[in-house]
């Protein structure tokens, strides 16, 4: 099964409100990353977080972790209609050389 | 600088034919990935390499095999296609492995019928 979960599966808000997703996981982490896919592009990396970091900001970003939830969220502030796409959140285990994604939240911001 | 590049963007193919995807990159990086990309199913891990010369079973490795017999490329083949294989596949790769940003390609949308 998926190490990371993501809530909501799907998300439509206006232009300038705030949008807010959460991903869970399963096991412990050393960090954990969020990505951005646009509608048949391939993903562009947004933030990176530690797992001994509990907040984490990058323009209109801001990244939450809370390791004793195993939970993590991503705010976009004063959302924009191109901020339209899927988000993917994913995480270092530790377990061999590699990333593990969610199931992602699809965003969609109108005008 | 292309960053990580896919061929071909699409392909159709029939049950049993065999095809190539090559990936490649131009940022001097370790670590590359393939990865198929379903409705529903998030990112799922094929198979990676940590190397020129080295490659590693992911996820959903059953049906596929690769090279990487080039730093800068990273081969993924289907023997045998299967209409289970169709997907949307995306090469990724990374200077230093989990702990630092991975970079993704355009994607190649395969139809096995």
């Known amino acids: 099964s998926q190490q990371g979960e993501e809530d909501p599966q799907a998300l439509s808000i206006q232009e300038g409100e705030n949008a807010t997703m959460n991903c869970s996981y399963k096991t412990s982490i050393n960090n954990l990353q969020w990505y951005r896919q646009n509608s048949g592009r391939g993903l562009v990396h947004l933030i990176l977080?530690?797992?001994?970091?509990r907040e984490k900001h990058s323009g209109r970003l801001r990244v939450t972790l809370d390791t004793s939830k195993k939970s993590s969220s991503l705010l976009i502030t004063a959302s924009r209609a191109a901020d339209t796409a899927s988000y993917f959140c994913?995480?270092?285990?530790?377990?061999?050389?590699?990333?593990?994604f969610g199931t992602g939240t699809r965003l969609q911001v109108t005008l | 600088n292309a960053g990580v590049t896919q061929t071909p963007k699409f392909r159709v193919l029939k049950t049993g034919q065999s095809m190539t995807l090559l990936c490649a990159q131009d940022?001097?990086?370790?670590?590359m990935y393939w990865y198929r990309q379903d409705p529903g199913m998030g990112l799922r891990l094929i198979h990676y390499s940590v190397g020129e010369g080295t490659t590693a079973k992911g996820e959903v490795p059953d049906g596929y095999n690769v090279s990487r017999l080039k730093k800068q490329n990273f081969l993924l083949g289907l023997e045998s296609a299967a209409p289970s294989q169709t997907s949307v596949y995306f090469c990724?790769?990374?200077?230093?492995?989990?702990?630092?940003?991975?970079?993704f390609g355009p994607g190649t949308r395969l139809t096995v019928l």
């Open positions: 977080i530690r797992s001994n970091e």
């Open positions: 990724a790769s990374s200077h230093l492995g989990p702990t630092h940003e991975q970079f």
């Open positions: 940022m001097n990086h370790e670590y």
């Open positions: 994913a995480m270092d285990t530790g377990t061999a050389s590699k990333l593990t």
